[in-house]
Nanobody
Framework: QIQLVESGGGSVQAGGSLRLSCAVS????????VGWFRQVPGKEREGLVA???????RYEPSIKGRFTISKDSAKDIFYLQMNSLKPEDTAMYYC???????????????????????WGQGTQVTVST
């Protein structure tokens, strides 16, 4: 089993920044793909970015340039740095993991949510005007 724990969410004004963390633990050997998603009530989960174990990264075009994923391999923590936040970025943010690298390469960023096998509990981000 793999456990994922997100943290770092909170409330921020538009234009501000937040850094989310995703701590991965458990049987992490062979985890080849980690992703970040967000969801607002009543809407489908939205895929944001995916990172492969060897470092290849794919960003959903609408957030590229504002959001950056990184990882601390020594601590098994994945970060999502979010800059220039907008009110429409308000959502619950989730990290996810899977042992298949193909999940990271799914061109359907949102549909990939159905493929990930492991999820964290989420962390709320609220951006006010």
């Amino acid at each position: 089993q793999i456990q994922l724990v997100e943290s770092g969410g909170g409330s921020v004004q538009a234009g501000g920044s937040l850094r989310l963390s995703c701590a991965v633990s458990g049987d992490i050997h062979g985890v080849f793909c980690v992703g970040w998603f967000r969801q607002v009530p009543g809407k489908e989960r939205e895929g944001l970015v995916a990172i492969e174990s060897l470092g290849r990264i794919r960003y959903e075009p609408s957030i590229k340039g504002r959001f950056t994923i990184s990882k601390d391999s020594a601590k098994d923590i994945f970060y999502l740095q979010m800059n220039s936040l907008k009110p429409e970025d308000t959502a619950m943010y989730y990290c996810s993991a899977d042992r298949r690298v193909s999940v990271c390469r799914d061109s359907d960023y949102d549909g990939a949510a159905l493929e990930y096998g492991y999820w964290g509990q989420g962390t709320q981000v609220t951006v006010s005007t």
